[in-house]
């Protein structure tokens, strides 16, 4: 349910059970607040192509697409969600910009990416942080949120109504980053 500031009810950070088979987080959509907060972290430009791993409606996509005209891939697991994310797609009119894949996130090919959103329970951050590492190697942008990646230092926290929006670089993958700046 969303609240008035568009901050949505975190799921449990453990809560993968009743998930079926791969599934590595419940639909719970982010916030205006905090959609605002993830694409100003990533500064986007046209030039970039932007994953969302477990899009849910698909509504990060949109409005970076619609915001900056960047291109977008979401990959959701649940083909119930991946049909709405491709019907808002379709209907914010960005289908030549967002591409929706019903699929997992564990098989995504980011060879082509150069950001990615991810808003998943830490198992999933788990599963994927070799895929996500790779992208930062390449000079990509990652931006999680809630959970981070283990074993990687933000480069930048904003706090949104008490949750964390985190952005991952390159600077990320040096285990003696210094602490990073958080802002509110
Ligand atoms: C917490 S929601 C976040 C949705 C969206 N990224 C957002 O921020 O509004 C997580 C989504 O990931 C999807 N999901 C869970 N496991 C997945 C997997 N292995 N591959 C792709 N999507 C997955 C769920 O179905 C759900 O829609």
């Known amino acids: 349910m969303a609240t008035a500031e568009g901050v949505l009810s975190p799921p449990d950070a453990t809560a993968t059970d009743g998930l079926i088979g791969d599934g590595l987080a419940p639909f719970n959509p982010s916030g205006e607040l905090v959609i605002d907060a993830a694409l100003q972290l990533l500064s986007l ?17 949109v409005q970076a697409a619609l915001r900056t005209r960047s291109r977008g891939v979401g990959i959701e697991y649940d083909r119930k969600f991946a049909d709405r994310a491709a ?8 289908q030549d910009l967002v591409t929706i ?8 090919d980011l060879s082509n990416a150069t950001a990615a959103f991810v808003y998943l329970v830490p198992k999933g951050m788990a599963q994927l942080r070799g895929k996500l590492e790779g992208l930062l190697q390449r000079g990509g942008r990652v931006v999680t949120y809630i959970f981070s990646v283990p074993a990687m230092t ?18 990320s993958l040096d285990q003696d980053a210094e602490e990073a ?3 509110n």
């Open 45 to 61: 430009t046209e030039k970039d192509l932007l994953f969302d791993l477990g899009c849910g409606d698909g509504r990060l996509l």
């Open 87 to 94: 019907a808002q797609v379709e209907g914010q009119g960005v």
């Open 101 to 108: 894949q019903h699929g997992n996130a564990l098989e995504a």
């Open 154 to 171: 933000p480069v930048q926290t904003v706090v949104v109504k008490g949750t964390r929006v985190m952005l991952y670089t390159a600077a």
């Open 181 to 183: 700046p958080q802002c």
